[in-house]
């Protein structure tokens, strides 16, 4: 069974500080990881993705891969209030484009 | 930017009806998914189509569901006869650099 585990939370951040999400994967065949972002009663929004081993920025977010140790996160910088929601990882393994998602944690700033 | 679109928003039916769910795909993507999400769940993967053909389907995606294209830009999933635990909401997507979501259809099946 492949599996994508993830902190369910909540995990509570002050404004302007740094958030830190982690999640693990249990299928050494996946490839490519994804990090989306889903606030209540919407859709997942893909933030970024990730698939090489080491870190990959894109404005105040950065993902982080290590395939060794079956671990990706993504770290949000100078949390901002809007940035409150659930975030979800997923993987997805080569030649299988399907998504596997962990159960998502729920992230809160405190203003 | 091109985006996913999906109706009915919300669909109410009885036990035992069928109901159809449309999507339409970013134009130039080639994979299509359909997802679905039980409240307070996970993102469950149901069924991939690609070149017009199923390429993948889960456990859940048995014989009371199917997708059609039917023209060159909706996908719709189908389910025959539902049940109650089909009460989720069910998402759309399709591939690019990453998949692009819809904005989903609530099922609630009473």
């Known amino acids: 069974q492949k599996e994508v585990e993830q902190n369910s939370g909540p995990l509570s951040v002050p404004e302007g500080a740094i958030a830190s999400l982690n999640c693990t994967y249990s299928d050494r065949g996946s490839q490519s990881f994804f990090w989306y972002r889903q606030y209540s009663g919407k859709s997942p929004e893909l933030i970024m993705f990730i698939y090489s081993n080491g870190d990959k920025e894109d404005g105040r977010f950065t993902a982080q891969l290590n395939k060794a140790s079956q671990y990706v996160s993504l770290l949000i910088r100078d949390s901002q209030p809007s940035d409150s929601a659930t975030y979800l990882c997923a993987a997805e393994n080569f030649g299988n484009e399907k998504l596997t998602f962990g159960t998502g944690t729920r992230l809160t700033i405190i203003p | 930017e091109p985006e996913v679109t999906q109706t009915p928003s919300h669909q109410v039916t009885q036990m035992g009806q069928e109901v159809i769910l449309r999507c339409v795909p970013i134009s130039n993507h080639l994979y299509f998914y359909w997802y679905r999400q039980i409240l307070g769940q996970k993102v469950e993967f149901l069924v991939s189509f690609y070149n017009n053909e199923i390429s993948e389907k889960s456990e859940i995606f048995d014989d009371q569901f199917s997708v059609e294209r039917p023209d060159g830009s909706n996908f719709t999933l189908k389910i025959r006869s539902t049940k109650l635990e089909d009460s989720a909401m069910y998402f759309c997507?399709?591939?690019?650099?990453?998949?692009?979501f819809g904005s989903g259809t609530r099922l609630t099946v009473v």
């Open positions: 997507a399709s591939r690019g650099q990453g998949s692009t």
